[in-house]
């Protein structure tokens, strides 16, 4: 009580152009409103003369109360923890003020608010338990909330200590190591050591500032706005969780020193095992090399899985931009080729079809193409770098950052070795498939081409561009017309033959003039002219399909030298000036 009379004391002083005699029921007036501005000088005077007064001394109590936000609740905290002392004071000893006689005095002014229907005499009237309750639930939440808001600055502070810790200790560990990576594979016991206070004092910043967030939602009540933590995570090591967070904020972005601080001990944890999978990796690549040569086997399925392989991506997870990655990704690359190669020698050199070997050599091609690119990968690495994350690797497989430079100076010779053998064998199958082969005899698949017996006249690609209609002359014994489909394999299973007739009387099928007229139906009009001194020309019309064969020859003498051969409404007509057209019907008969 003595704290309370002190305080009005003082209050009475900082009013003291307020102190006249007022009436309370004008007073009450503005307190109903919750006019404090105006109200609260007067309240202070009236109890001055009145400190007994049962419902003044309520309302400074909720004026005191309603009062609290008026302080912040960082900067003024010991000011509430008072303030609310004052407030529960002035409630108690208005609890110990008001009785029935009170209640039932004023309970049209007064004490309105609580007047309520009676059960028992159903009158509407204030009952005194209902104001006594409400007094002592607001003295409770008085309490709770000095036992709340007490030490809060302390647990503030101390939140903002332990986040700033946790600043420092990333920002030494940022400038030792240039990134996490590095930071894993090159910690120390003291690293570790670091780490694990990092993760301590930002649980201890958090627990702290939780403790803040409910000691200011209790004194806000219901005024209170939520204050939200937005827990950043730290991506790559970078500088932004080293600047500093607004703590007075209602959303306080922190970044998560702990979750970040957990896995880089796990990383570090977890160095050794990865560098040993790592040249274990390596060794297994190795050993597929020795098996693809000495077995003779294809190994393809198996080096698709290592492309897939745990480690492989691992590595892709933790440093995927590492010459490791490059060195890794080209010994795959090389399998892939050696294998192919192996491929080439046990299940394709020896078969007899051109297109076979041509459509594999393109998968040669293919995998030669990716280890190109693959070598260019090597390039020249980060040679400090690389002995500071991986020198256990580099020093055990390749002789240290010297035998890393011989590899890469071996390997560009190597790639060029297998450049020329695959142009070397393209070359030559190119080369194997512009000629068809049909029994002991090679018949050129490009029109114009000719060798010892046969002459090529006329060519045409099919639905299939690796199939090939081909026509021409047969010069051995006897002459022959010939006309077939040259598949892709270049081996010819069936060719058509029929006698050139003595009208084509040239020895010399060069000086054959060909004119080839592909119908709607699919098959070919071949027309071989010969032109004689007279100006005339003898023409020989050969019909035949890739699948029919041969159906018919016709000879036609003196032709005139403007002599067309069209195809007119499913028929052959030889249009010349002057003349009737001579019409063949698709059987061969004359009209």
């Known amino acids: 009580m003595?704290?309370?009379?002190?305080?009005?004391?003082?209050?009475?002083?900082?009013?003291?152009?307020?102190?006249?005699?007022?009436?309370?029921?004008?007073?009450?007036?503005?307190?109903?409103?919750?006019?404090?501005?105006?109200?609260?000088?007067?309240?202070?005077?009236?109890?001055?003369?009145?400190?007994?007064?049962?419902?003044?001394?309520?309302?400074?109590?909720l004026m005191l109360e309603y009062k609290l936000q008026e302080l912040d609740l960082l900067k003024q905290t010991e000011a509430i923890i008072q303030r609310a002392d004052s407030a529960v004071l002035y409630f108690n000893?208005?609890?110990?003020?008001?009785?029935?006689?009170?209640?039932?005095?004023?309970?049209?002014?007064?004490?309105?608010?609580?007047?309520?229907?009676?059960l028992r005499s159903g009158k509407f009237e204030v009952i005194l338990s209902d104001v006594q309750l409400d007094i002592e639930k607001r003295v409770e939440s008085l309490n709770n909330l000095k036992k709340e808001v007490n030490g809060v600055k302390g647990r503030f502070d101390k939140a903002t200590e332990f986040y700033h810790s946790c600043q420092q200790n990333y920002s030494d560990l940022k400038e030792r190591y240039?990134?996490?990576?590095?930071?894993?594979?090159?910690?120390?016991?003291?690293?570790?050591?670091?780490?694990?206070?990092?993760?301590?004092?930002?649980?201890?910043?958090?627990?702290?500032?939780?403790?803040?967030?409910?000691?200011?939602?209790?004194?806000?009540?219901?005024?209170?706005?939520?204050?939200?933590?937005?827990?950043?995570?730290?991506?790559?090591?970078?500088?932004?969780?080293?600047?500093?967070?607004?703590?007075?904020?209602?959303?306080?972005?922190?970044?998560?020193?702990?979750?970040?601080?957990?896995?880089?001990?796990?990383?570090?944890?977890?160095k050794a095992e990865f560098l040993s999978n790592l040249m274990k990796f390596d060794e297994s690549l190795d050993k597929m090399s020795e098996d693809i040569v000495k077995d003779s086997v294809d190994l393809s399925s198996q080096i698709f899985g290592m492309i897939t392989s745990p480690v492989l991506k691992e590595l892709k997870l933790v440093d995927y931009d590492s010459w490791l990655m490059s060195f890794f990704q080209y010994k795959i690359g090389q399998l892939n080729l050696k294998s192919a190669w192996m491929g080439w020698y046990t299940a394709v050199a020896d078969t007899l079809d051109v297109g076979a070997k041509l459509e594999y050599v393109?998968?040669?091609?293919?995998?030669?193409?990716?280890?190109?690119?693959?070598?260019?990968?090597l390039g020249e690495p980060d040679e400090a770098l690389l002995t500071k994350r991986y020198h256990t690797f580099t020093d055990a497989r390749l002789g240290g950052i010297e035998g890393v430079k011989n590899?890469?100076?071996?390997?560009?010779?190597?790639v060029v070795e297998e450049e020329n053998a695959l142009n070397s064998l393209d070359s030559l199958l190119l080369e194997r498939d512009k000629w068809a082969q049909w029994k002991q005899d090679s018949i050129s698949v490009t029109p114009g081409k000719i060798d010892a017996y046969n002459?090529?006249?006329?060519?045409?690609?099919?639905?299939?561009?690796?199939?090939?209609a081909i026509g021409g002359i047969h010069q051995g014994d006897s002459r022959q017309f010939f006309f077939g489909k040259v598949p892709s394999s270049r081996i010819l299973d069936t060719l058509y033959f029929a006698d050139v007739p003595k009208l084509l009387n040239s020895d010399q099928a060069e000086s054959?003039?060909?004119?080839?007229?592909?119908?709607?139906?699919?098959?070919?009009?071949?027309?071989?002219?010969?032109?004689?001194?007279?100006?005339?020309?003898?023409?020989?019309?050969?019909?035949?399909?890739?699948?029919?064969?041969?159906?018919?020859?016709?000879?036609?003498?003196?032709?005139?030298?403007?002599?067309?051969?069209?195809?007119?409404?499913?028929?052959?007509?030889?249009?010349?000036?002057?003349?009737?057209?001579?019409?063949?019907?698709?059987?061969?008969?004359?009209?």
């Open 93 to 118: 000893k208005s609890h110990s003020l008001i009785d029935d006689k009170e209640v039932k005095k004023h309970d049209d002014d007064y004490y309105e608010l609580f007047k309520r229907r009676n």
């Open 407 to 414: 590899y890469i100076t071996k390997q560009k010779g190597i």
């Open 455 to 468: 002459y090529t006249i006329y060519s045409d690609s099919l639905t299939n561009p690796r199939e090939v």
């Open 178 to 270: 240039t990134d996490e990576l590095t930071l894993a594979l090159g910690a120390t016991d003291n690293t570790l050591i670091i780490l694990q206070n990092i993760t301590t004092s930002y649980d201890s910043a958090i627990f702290n500032l939780k403790a803040y967030v409910s000691a200011r939602k209790a004194f806000e009540a219901e005024n209170y706005v939520d204050i939200v933590f937005v827990s950043n995570q730290i991506e790559d090591f970078s500088d932004t969780p080293k600047k500093e967070p607004d703590f007075y904020s209602r959303k306080i972005g922190l970044y998560n020193f702990a979750t970040w601080s957990i896995n880089q001990q796990s990383q570090v944890k977890s």
């Open 512 to 591: 054959l003039h060909v004119e080839p007229l592909k119908l709607t139906n699919g098959q070919y009009l071949l027309t071989y002219t010969l032109a004689e001194d007279s100006g005339k020309k003898n023409a020989v019309l050969l019909l035949a399909g890739v699948e029919q064969g041969i159906a018919w020859v016709k000879e036609e003498k003196e032709l005139e030298s403007s002599a067309k051969v069209e195809e007119v409404d499913g028929k052959i007509s030889i249009v010349q000036d002057g003349k009737d057209p001579i019409i063949y019907n698709l059987d061969g008969t004359k009209m």
């Open 2 to 61: 003595r704290r309370a009379v002190i305080l009005l004391g003082i209050l009475l002083v900082g009013f003291g152009s307020h102190a006249q005699k007022v009436k309370y029921k004008d007073l009450y007036v503005l307190l109903r409103a919750r006019n404090y501005e105006d109200a609260s000088g007067f309240l202070v005077s009236f109890l001055g003369e009145e400190p007994d007064h049962p419902n003044a001394n309520y309302q400074m109590g």
């Open 362 to 377: 393109k998968k040669i091609r293919s995998q030669y193409e990716g280890v190109v690119k693959l070598e260019k990968g």
